[in-house]
């Protein structure tokens, strides 16, 4: 097989489109090695703990990051981690159902549903002060491709009740 400018070019292109994408994904993930370096002692009621060798804190953005385990076990807790609802409990399970923050935003949609573009985004945005979730719904409109200049419309804001999964609209 021969090989001539063209091809060569087109495979230097080709080769510069997949690679590129790893330059754009590396500020994704930070670096924390230093905290992984530092030993922490952690102080439970006064009395000095270290977690074991496998189990470290990171301090990132002058924040420590613990293992919610080891912690809880330390006050004498049990943990569950349930996957399904990304949903981690200290202590006492709740006596009735509680819906999860990814449960609520799902419940949202669905009520939704009709209504929805795939442009649309249903995110949770904070808890109120009755203990109920806040989920907005929104979509990004760009005004001008290159400048990127771009605002969010917000097609409502929505409650919903952890414990009974009932929602109420905002607006």
Same mark, same amino acid.
Request: charged share 20%; no cysteine; net charge positive.
């Given at each position: 097989?021969?090989?001539?400018?063209?091809? =060569?070019? /087109?495979?230097?292109?080709?080769? *510069?489109?997949?690679?590129? @994408? %790893?330059?754009?994904?590396?500020?994704? &993930?930070?670096?924390?090695?230093?905290?992984?370096?530092?030993?922490?002692?952690?102080? =439970?009621? /006064?009395?000095?703990?270290?977690? *074991?060798?496998?189990?470290? @804190? %990171?301090?990132?953005?002058?924040?420590? &990051?613990?293992?919610?385990?080891?912690?809880?076990?330390?006050?004498?807790?049990?943990?569950?981690?349930?996957?399904?609802?990304?949903?981690?409990?200290?202590?006492?399970?709740?006596?009735?159902?509680?819906?999860?923050?990814?449960?609520?935003?799902?419940?949202?949609?669905?009520?939704?549903?009709?209504?929805?573009?795939?442009?649309?985004?249903?995110?949770?945005?904070?808890?109120?002060?009755?203990?109920?979730?806040?989920?907005?719904?929104?979509?990004?409109?760009?005004?001008?491709?290159?400048?990127?200049?771009?605002?969010?419309?917000?097609?409502?804001?929505?409650?919903?009740?952890?414990?009974?999964?009932?929602?109420?609209?905002?607006?």
């Amino acid at each position: 097989m021969k090989w001539d400018l063209k091809s =060569f070019m /087109g495979g230097i292109i080709v080769g *510069s489109v997949l690679f590129s @994408g %790893i330059a754009i994904a590396a500020p994704a &993930y930070p670096d924390v090695t230093e905290g992984i370096k530092t030993p922490f002692t952690y102080y =439970f009621d /006064g009395v000095p703990k270290s977690p *074991s060798t496998e189990v470290k @804190g %990171i301090m990132y953005k002058n924040s420590v &990051y613990v293992p919610i385990r080891f912690v809880a076990e330390n006050l004498n807790k049990p943990v569950i981690y349930d996957q399904k609802t990304k949903s981690i409990y200290i202590g006492k399970l709740p006596v009735a159902k509680m819906y999860s923050k990814m449960e609520a935003v799902e419940l949202v949609k669905k009520k939704l549903a009709g209504s929805l573009t795939p442009a649309h985004v249903v995110e949770y945005d904070h808890d109120d002060e009755k203990g109920h979730y806040v989920i907005q719904v929104y979509q990004t409109i760009v005004n001008n491709f290159q400048s990127g200049d771009s605002y969010t419309s917000t097609y409502g804001w929505f409650v919903v009740n952890p414990n009974t999964g009932e929602i109420k609209s905002l607006l």
